[in-house]
């Protein structure tokens, strides 16, 4: 039996799995027409879990603190995971009761499973925090399946709507695949080391024939780059996301992908990175070639989920740099950073595509002409978003830009061509981000009928919003926050 | 003080945009724009003419990093942020008329003005690099929205252009900061440290990262294809701005930053680019005399007088390490950084000649359509001739200050590329005498007859840059003495 002192650590998951429950049995005696309290419920649930996590934050400080015989850390990195999936996942609850509310308008009865919606997405949730604490091959396997699962239900959420139907089956038949694939990288590395504790891999890798190690990293690879939709493993990444509902879109692009980096970054870092196998090299190419990919095939789309289905694989091939560049000052928390920074811009450009989805009835590009005259608001935020995406300053995603791009300087000049690679590509992107504001601000409104922003949309759009300029313009603490979670990555 | 002034115009185009009433908004513009004018006034009043880079501030920003919020001014920066000002004001003024989007068109203008007066003023690279970046999200919506049929293409177009070359001095930036002990951000701590110095090949990339985000900037042969799409569609407020200052952005940063910084590196490839300099000159000219279309044709005259800066900034870059030559640098300096100044006053004179014609009269700015105008309009035709003839360099005018100081320093430190350089003036002043005669002289076209000469609105933007044509074309000494300051400290820094 592990000690009992364990639980204490583990306060936030057992909050979140309990949220989850209590949940389940609110929605049972809730009417109708009321499911929202479900959401809202949810939404101070998640809040309150801010309260042992930080707490969590101050006491533990020691690097490699594990629990249950060492399967389960929590040290600082996966303390900062747990803030994001917390985060991440309110956000995404705060837009959802919008989007079924006004999807709901439009179509009469979509909002019959809305309670069960929040509940998934707080498992989701608790799926994402263990899968970014996981140290042990076997944890790491069965929390990723966890959240693939409840992703699953998600994608497919609307069930008369044949796309969602198809974007709930090409995930779980490529899911399937790519765990498939790692579970059997899992087994090569177990059976060359004997082991599953990640730790325990990294005391005898070193002693692993280079060639086997890399064919196991190479499998393991299929696993994480589907969760993080890295190039090859990408192509579901379009399909799902148009076809989803939109804030399940939003949540597959930021908090799958986040816990998704979580655990490759502790794999690599952890259990790879002793052995000397020169991972790097690796790692830069799928990062050029992601960004490359991404951003090429987003310049055409005319959708706006799959533009940003694209630009959110081009955006993996962009935090790989970060998974390359790793070690050093900049290096450590590079990944971290940018995660942070990218799930806001992210998570609000997905949140107005959601409410203009919802009013319009239409996801193209084209249909935002004149939104600067039809939604001022709207419009400004979208644009703050699309500038951030982009990477232009003083916005976030400029600053998790150059941070990124200083940790690959910093870690060798060898990197200087992957950054090169970034740049031309940053270059790329804005063309298919300022198309959208162009749209927005440049062309004349079809419709000259104004757009209604709802209250509850309107605050998950203004956390965004003002985190987006608020990290662009004074990052310092965000440093100080991921500098303490990298250091406890041993 | 540095600061109230970079912050005055960005609060008062937040303020505005609690307004409705068209007359209150453009009021607020104005009058944000003129206190800034009025505190770099101050400014010049306590400016030091020996103190070197001064009425520093700096407040701690992101601590971990070595970023901090660090300006300063000195004598390269503070006519340029004069410069900044005069025409902000300007344009707010010439743009009173303009009523679609009022409430936007004044609040980019009013952040373009924050950030231009940044770029001059940062003396951190962090701080510098935002400011340089926040420039184009106005400019392109400036052009985006209020600009001309192609106006779409043109702004994409400057936005991406410009963008590339942000980004490659991003990486330049990068490499000074990781090489620096302690690393930092801070400009003068880098220049005095001269990070890459040791380090050849890491100095050369980081050398032409910010060679091309400057060279795209100025523009330079032959990255100058955004600038007559840019110029001829932007509303005449956002050319007259793109010309004036946007693109002494870039010459400024070859004086301030790869000058100083990179001194081997530059004087190594300063032949190179004094050819691409020329290139700049000969080929501006030429494609100017060629335009009918009187705005490109400005804008053409822009891609040549460019040419002139960076070929008297080459000049000073391959006198590094050359005592004897330091006279001829620093008065090629002297001159280089006049005509940044003269240019921008006259170019934005011309600019908004241009669209006085073009935007509220004749609606046409083809140059064949009109002739004997002198006689219609004789307010509109004397001004011009004044900013045309100071253009082409005419003695007593601005221009001809500039260029003679570029030419002298040039002659002493590369006499053949000067003489040809010359070459570019005799085609220059053809092309302008030749617009002249083809507008205003000859026999008067009916169709013309009816209009009326320059309004006040029009004179108040427009009489300011003409005295000033003509009394630094007269009595430089004012401007050239602080500037000259300035640039013998540089030089001798550079020994």
Sequence with gaps: MPPASDLALLVPELWLAALGLVLLGVDLFVGEQNKRTVGWVAVGGLLLALVPTWGLAGAVHRPGTTVFFGSYAVDGFAVFFKFLAIIATTLVILASMDYFRASGDRQGSAQRFEGEFYTLLVFTGLGLVLMAASADLILVALSIEFVSLTSYVLAAYLKGNPKSNEAGLKYFLFGAAASAVMFYGFSLLYGLTGSTSLYVIAEKVATVPAPALTVSLALMLAGFGFKISMVPFHQWTPDVYEGAPTPVAAFLSVGSKAAGFAVLLRVVAVAIAPSGLDYVTLIAGLSAISMFVGNLLALPQRNIKRMLAYSSISHAGFILIGVAAFGGAFGNTGLLIYLFAYMFFTLGAFFIAALIGARLGSDGIPDYAGLSQRAPGLAFLMALFMLSLTGIPPTAGFFAKFYIFAAAIERSPALLWLVAVGVVNSVISLYYYVNVIRTMYLLPPQDPARIQEPAVLRTALWVTGAATLLLGLYPQPLITFARAAALLLP | ?495
């Design chain 2, 1 to 495: 003080m540095l600061s109230l002034m970079l912050f005055l115009p960005l609060a008062g185009g937040i303020f505005l945009l609690f307004f409705r009433n068209p007359r209150a908004i453009r009021g607020i513009a104005l009058g944000a724009s003129l206190l800034s004018l009025y505190v770099s006034i101050v400014v010049l009043g306590r400016f030091d003419l020996h103190g070197g880079m001064q009425l520093l501030e700096s407040y701690s920003w992101i601590p971990s990093v070595g970023i901090a919020y660090r300006v300063g001014i000195d004598g390269l920066s503070l006519p340029l942020v004069l410069l900044t000002q005069l025409l902000s004001a300007v344009s707010i003024v010439y743009s009173w008329r303009v009523d679609m989007r009022l409430k936007e068109y004044m609040f980019l203008l009013l952040l373009l003005q924050t950030a231009m007066l940044g770029v001059f003023a940062a003396l951190d690279f962090f701080l510098f690099y935002i400011f340089w970046e926040v420039t184009l999200v106005p400019m392109y919506f400036l052009i985006g929205i209020w600009g001309g049929p192609r106006k779409e293409y043109a702004a994409i177009k400057f936005f991406l252009f410009t963008l590339i070359g942000s980004l490659a001095m991003l990486v330049g930036i990068l490499l000074l900061y990781f090489n620096a002990a302690p690393r930092t951000f801070d400009v003068l701590s880098l220049i005095q440290q001269q990070p890459l110095a040791g380090q050849l090949r890491l100095a050369t990339i980081a050398f032409w990262g910010f060679f091309l985000s400057f060279a795209i900037k100025v523009p330079m042969w032959p990255f100058h294809t955004w600038l007559p799409d840019a110029h001829v569609e932007a509303p005449t407020a956002g050319s007259v701005i793109l010309a004036g200052i946007l693109l002494k952005m870039g010459t400024y940063g070859f004086v301030r930053y790869s000058l100083t910084l990179f001194p081997q590196v530059f004087q190594q490839y300063a032949s190179f680019i004094a050819i691409l300099a020329l290139l700049g000159i000969i080929y501006g000219a030429l494609v100017a005399m060629a335009q009918t279309d009187l705005k490109k044709l400005v804008a053409y005259s822009s891609v040549n007088h460019m040419g002139y800066v960076m070929l008297g900034v080459s000049a000073a870059a391959f006198a590094y390490g050359k005592p004897d030559l330091a006279a001829a640098a620093t008065t090629a300096l002297n001159g280089a950084v006049f005509e940044m100044i003269a240019h921008g006053v006259i170019t934005g004179a011309l600019f908004l000649i241009v669209g006085v014609i073009y935007d509220y009269r004749a609606h046409t700015r083809g140059v064949d359509e009109f002739g004997g105008l002198g006689a219609i309009l004789p307010v509109y035709s004397g001004i011009t001739m004044v900013a045309m003839l100071a253009s082409l360099g005419l003695p007593a005018l601005m221009g001809f200050v500039a260029e003679f100081l570029i030419f002298l320093g040039s002659f002493g430190v590369f006499p053949g590329f000067a003489a040809t350089g010359l070459l570019g003036i005799i085609i220059t002043a053809a092309m302008f005498l030749w617009t002249i005669q083809r507008i205003f002289l000859g026999p008067a076209n009916p169709r013309w007859k009816g209009l009326a000469d320059m309004d006040t609105r029009e004179l108040v933007a427009l009489v300011p840059l003409t005295v000033l044509m003509v009394i630094f074309g007269v009595y430089p000494r004012p401007l050239l003495d602080i500037i000259n300051a300035a640039m013998t400290t540089l030089v001798a820094a550079l020994r």
